[in-house]
């Protein structure tokens, strides 16, 4: 198993578009939580996500509880404001699924009780949130580093004739 990233009802699709791009590149796996806040449709993911979509092992789930009954003994790891536990002191594993919620709201309650582990960024003491693209991509690259899950870069060399 590796690293999954899952969206809680997302409501921008550019941002969206953009975890789904971050994932292909890294290859990890996504799972969007719907209702989504936006209309779903190939056109607009394809001009959020230009032509990376077609790389991305992507699961749409219709329901949290759906989520939860498909995706198995993975450990839940949330993204949220609503805690002072560190992503850069905490423990990674390879079968992590890391969760963020809605741009305007997060996850309900009953979806933060029900994670297994709560991490945040830690941000100067005035500011609300970092954008939920540039948070994912920030603990996805610490979640990725620590499991030595980053793809391997192609490694074939070019010989040139002497």
Known sequence: MTIRLALFQPDIPQNTGTMLRLAACLNVGVDIIEPCGFVWSEAKMKRAGMDYLRHVDLVRHRSWDFFRQQTGPRRLVLLTTKTDRAYTDFQFRPDDCLMVGRESAGVPDDVHN???????????????????????????????????????????TTETAL
Do not use: C, H, W, Y
């Open 114 to 156: 029900n994670s297994d582990e709560q991490i945040t960024i830690p941000m100067a003491p005035a500011m609300r949130s970092i954008n939920v693209a540039m948070s994912a991509a920030m603990v996805l690259g610490e979640a990725l580093r620590q499991t030595d899950g980053f793809p391997l870069k192609n490694t074939q």
